[in-house]
């Protein structure tokens, strides 16, 4: 059973574009929810973080959303640059057990010059 | 964060042979975990690594295809054992420095079975 739902699949914008990258999530009590970013070749790479008493998080061009009674959450990339084009995982923790990551799907995202 | 080191980073394995994959990391860490991703595909979670004692498999996951050992703080290892080429898969260790610390990976072994 998948808790967490990611989408799009795959996403296409031009240098400058800001793609959103949507999460959802079934089980309540996940309490802490990071994004990775992967590039072919490489481990995931812990990007940005939050949880759910925090609505939003900004770190350099990388902004998280929450909404917590809708339980979804959302990746924006400010200014996206063609650096950015690489594969995002939403995934989310429940710390009450054993702290196991659960990963969405995954976002493949291409910054065209 | 912690430097995690993997090996091999890659292999190619006859059927029916075991590979054993090694994750060093460079401080002490308090979990390790090892996960499975298909090329293209999301991470599934095969075992949580235990310092001292058996790994917690997930399902679908077992011990007999899937030993682990975790003999100190900084080191684990995961045995494919009696591969098939439904292993072809990559394989990664990820650590987490405390029970309220973020998760970070390794780059993985790929891993292919002829």
């Known amino acids: 059973q998948q808790q967490v739902k990611q989408s799009p699949q795959s996403l296409i914008v031009q240098k400058g574009g800001i793609p959103i990258i949507n999460c959802a999530y079934e089980n309540t009590a996940f309490d802490y929810f990071p994004w990775y970013q992967q590039f072919p070749g490489k481990g995931p790479a812990l990007l940005i973080a939050?949880?759910?008493?925090?609505s939003e998080k900004k770190e350099g061009r990388f902004t998280i959303s929450f909404n917590k009674s809708a339980k979804q959450f959302s990746l924006h990339i400010m200014d996206s640059q063609p650096g950015d084009s690489a594969t995002y995982f939403c995934?989310?923790?429940?710390?009450?057990?054993?702290?196991?990551?659960?990963f969405g799907s995954g976002t493949q995202l291409t910054v065209l010059p | 964060s912690a430097v995690i080191s993997q090996k091999p980073s890659r292999d190619i394995c006859q059927r029916g042979t075991s590979l054993t994959i090694q994750c060093q990391v460079d401080?002490?860490?308090?979990?390790m975990f090892w996960y499975r991703q298909q090329p293209g595909q999301s991470l599934t979670l095969i075992a949580t690594a235990n310092q001292g004692s058996e790994a917690t498999y997930e399902s679908g996951f077992v011990i007999d295809k899937f030993p682990i050992s975790r003999p100190n703080l900084t080191f684990s290892t995961l045995t494919v054992s009696n591969m098939s080429p439904e292993d072809s898969s990559i394989y990664l260790c990820?650590?987490?420095?405390?029970?309220?610390?973020?998760?970070?990976f390794g780059d993985g072994t790929r891993l292919s079975i002829l």
């Open positions: 401080s002490q860490v308090t979990m």
């Open positions: 990820s650590v987490a420095t405390d029970y309220n610390q973020p998760q970070h």
């Open positions: 995934a989310a923790i429940n710390s009450g057990s054993a702290r196991q990551l659960t």
């Open positions: 939050i949880r759910p008493d925090v």
